[in-house]
């Protein structure tokens, strides 16, 4: 799985990002997976379910602040007893169990840095290094970041794009190299 769950943005275009992102994510239409206008479903179980709500008040408790979501979302009628979470950003700093530990649900943790440096520290500063995405209009930037970052797969100005037959694979606690 290489669904991204930590966001790193540059401090200097923080306040119109999020301001944009948020509209986004709370634009996200929940429902059945069967309708073609629905974007996300259910949770697998009441469990997961659980255990991402549990995630999200450790995150609470460690000082993050639920920017949207954070909820059980509620449908109507035959989807009424399914296990629906509203889309979840939080904003934190990078030690904080919401961002070192996967949470496999809808939650977003965001958190701020300053310089190039920064930014590859933070993104280094995991467990984990399967998937990470570089966004930039500066070609060799993106380039430099992608080369640094720890994981089998870093996408450049895009996420989740590759052929069905590309090697997977990542580094650290993240898989046992490439397939």
């Known amino acids: 799985c290489t669904c991204p769950s930590r966001a790193l943005v540059q401090e200097s275009i923080y306040e119109r990002f999020m301001e944009r992102a948020i509209r986004r994510v709370e634009s996200i239409r929940s429902g059945n997976p069967l309708d073609s206008v629905t974007q996300m479903g259910a949770q697998v179980s009441h469990g997961q379910l659980e255990t991402i709500l549990n995630y999200i008040d450790i995150g609470k408790k460690e000082g993050a602040d639920v920017l949207t979501g954070g909820r059980r979302k509620l449908l ?25 530990e996967e949470i496999f649900g809808p939650v977003l943790a965001v958190t701020t840095f300053k310089t190039m440096e920064e930014a590859l520290e933070l993104a280094n500063d995991t467990q984990y290094g399967l998937g990470a995405g570089v966004w930039s209009r500066n070609g060799n930037l993106a380039y430099k970041m992608g080369r640094g970052i720890q994981a089998g797969r870093v996408w450049t100005n895009c996420y989740h794009a590759y052929p069905a037959h590309a090697a997977f694979g990542g580094y650290k606690q993240s898989g046992i190299g490439r397939e």
């Open 76 to 100: 109507e009628g035959e989807l009424k007893d399914g296990y629906y979470l509203e889309p979840t950003i939080l904003f934190g700093q990078n030690n904080m169990r919401v961002f070192q």
